[in-house]
């Protein structure tokens, strides 16, 4: 079944902490405030194909948005919404795809390659070459203190064979499906293939910290290809999802200890969009199945104390630096993907017997776990929802939040609607929708629909 769109909306998503929406159109932006719902700034000065917030902050991230006149996938503009103002501008050699940020760290993501900026004064500090990644599968962690970037791995994995990448003088990146950042868009259809042939795809997780630019860890996640990553506000919980969309995993940052496993269901879908709450206790997980999972890590407490908000300072962007052509191609080399090789290499005998061990805890389980008790056998057995909800309407890509206010779940629609539904923090169950408001003015909305 073809998703359900509107062609006026070319871009939405959440900023760090949910509480407002940046919605780009043929037109230009807007922000929208979650809680209470209402637009607060509006700005149509031409198609916009990515605007990314940082946090409540009047900084905006946009992109120009593809086959539209007078806009450019390749430029990047940092704008001051309070000052109207243009703080600087940036070229890439190819179209952007995805840009994240927090305080202290902003990310570019094209296709081959991903950029790496210290977001106090704009200076570029890194460069990974990956490989083709045409949906920007990533994820960079809200915090600055743990602040460490999540990307697909090349084939083979490391930890698996312990061979050195060949696909470039950085970090490596694989692809598949999903949209870009998670962000609802028009899906890409691109599909690209490396030199030596067809896309290398890996169920394995590249975790690259953005402070020492180096490799912390790679996580081998699933099987299949990975299709979406996620990482809490604190930065130290990280959620991969694979093509089949089955299984959820939870992991830690960055030791990639696996510390849930989660069953979204037993058909295949595509997985729209992750997202924990503030507090990490709740993960909520939209699919194509117009369905939204909520799952729950742990006992982390009851009531409000689940939705109670960290507190965060504010921060500001200063000054600009020539564009990403400059690159020193040597920079950075130190912390790249075969300095982790190497490590793997030298760790390889005490890497192989935590193999066996590991075989053989996971052989015992297989047999004896029919007398294990409960709560030995749902260390291996993945843990169904918490709650969950069924969206009004069929055939939307979304993006699904929690809010860091209020216990409520939040959904984006590509139609270019808002839902708000309450949810049950004792019991789960199924979500009551409260609210649905339109983000798109009341002309793009009635026209834009398609299928």
Not at 50 to 63: D, H, N, P, Q, R
Not at 164 to 192: N, R
Not at 262 to 276: C, P, Q
Request: glycine share 8%; with cysteine; hydrophobic share 35%.
């Amino acid at each position: 079944m073809a998703e359900r769109t509107n062609s006026n909306m070319l871009f939405a998503n959440f900023n760090q902490d949910f509480s407002c929406i940046s919605v780009g159109t043929r037109k230009g932006y807007s922000i929208t405030n979650c809680d209470p719902f209402g637009r607060v700034y509006t700005m149509n000065d031409g198609a916009r194909g990515t605007v990314e917030m940082l946090f409540c902050t009047s900084l905006i991230a946009l992109v120009g948005a593809a086959d539209q006149p007078q806009s450019s996938p390749r430029k990047l503009q940092i704008v001051n919404t309070k000052r109207q103002s243009m703080i600087c501008e940036l070229l890439f050699p190819s179209s952007i795809l995805a840009v994240k940020l927090n305080r202290k760290t902003l990310v570019i993501v094209l296709e081959m390659e991903i950029y790496i900026y210290d977001i106090s004064n704009m200076r570029l500090l890194h460069v990974i070459e990956t490989t083709p990644n045409p949906d920007a599968i990533c994820a960079l962690s809200p915090s600055p203190a743990n602040s460490y970037l999540a990307y697909p791995s090349p084939v083979p994995s490391p930890t698996a064979q312990l061979a050195p990448s060949t696909t470039g003088s950085g970090s490596s990146a694989g692809s598949t499906s999903s949209s870009p950042s998670g962000a609802v868009a028009s899906p890409h259809t691109t599909t690209s293939a490396s030199g030596s042939g067809a896309i290398h795809q890996s169920g394995d997780v590249v975790l690259f910290s953005t402070r020492s630019l180096t490799v912390a860890n790679v996580i081998q996640a699933h099987k299949a290809p990975i299709s979406f990553l996620a990482i809490d506000s604190n930065g130290t919980l990280l959620a991969t999802s694979s093509d089949k969309g089955t299984v959820i995993r939870v992991w830690s940052i960055p030791g990639a200890e696996k510390l849930y496993q989660f069953r979204r269901g037993t058909r295949e879908a595509k997985i729209y969009s992750m997202n924990f709450n503030l507090v990490g206790s709740l993960l909520a997980v939209s699919s194509a199945h117009d369905t939204v999972h909520i799952f729950k890590l742990g006992n982390r407490g009851k009531g409000d104390k689940e939705w109670s908000v960290p507190s965060s300072s504010a921060s500001s962007i200063s000054g600009a630096t020539s564009p990403p052509e400059s690159v020193d191609g040597q920079q950075g080399l130190d912390g790249g993907y075969d300095a982790f090789v190497e490590k793997k290499k030298s760790n390889s005998v005490s890497s192989s017997l935590k193999r066996k061990s590991l075989q053989m805890t996971k052989s015992l389980s297989h047999s004896v776990g029919g007398y294990l008790p409960n709560t030995l056998t749902e260390m291996w057995e993945p843990t169904r929802d918490f709650a969950f909800l069924k969206l009004p309407t069929t055939g939307a890509r979304t993006i699904v939040a929690l809010s860091g206010t209020m216990p409520q779940v939040m959904v984006i629609s590509s139609e270019g609607y808002f839902y708000s539904y309450s949810i049950d923090l004792e019991n789960g169950g199924e979500c009551t929708l409260l609210k649905q408001y339109s983000l798109l003015d009341s002309g793009d909305e009635s026209s834009g629909l398609v299928e």
